[in-house]
């Protein structure tokens, strides 16, 4: 059974830096292209940086320059280095992956983790 396992969120001052991870967990599991969402209350889940296998990124604007989504081939698992961070980056943030798993390629999301900028 693979699941998403993420960790690093936490609370942080405005202009801190977090960096989440996203790990897929299960009998051989491999990440291939993964995506980093957010909700905050009282709004939408929004897409905030794209991983493709191919190696390609793209982020929403409003995160453009801070923020960096990578991978890690050896530890099967996916970053988001958050930097510069704002008080309107608070939100519980989701990784959406595909994985290959015992012949199989399916999509999973992760359980979220909270991020809390604040002063």
């Known amino acids: 059974q693979v699941q998403l396992v993420e960790s690093g969120g936490g609370l942080v001052q405005p202009g801190g830096s977090l960096r989440l991870s996203c790990a897929a967990s299960?009998?051989?599991?491999?990440?291939?292209?993964a995506d980093w969402y957010r909700q905050a209350p009282g709004k939408q889940r929004e897409l905030v940086a794209r991983l493709t296998r191919g190696g390609t990124t793209t982020y929403v604007d409003s995160v453009k320059g801070r923020f960096t989504i990578s991978r890690d081939n050896a530890k099967n698992t996916v970053h988001l280095q958050m930097n510069s961070l704002k008080p309107e980056d608070t939100a519980v943030y989701y990784c959406?992956?595909?994985?290959?798993?015992?012949?199989?390629?399916?999509?999973?999301w992760g359980q979220g983790t909270q991020v809390t900028v604040s002063s």
């Open positions: 959406n992956a595909d994985v290959f798993s015992d012949t199989s390629l399916r999509n999973y």
């Open positions: 299960g009998s051989s599991a491999l990440i291939y292209g």
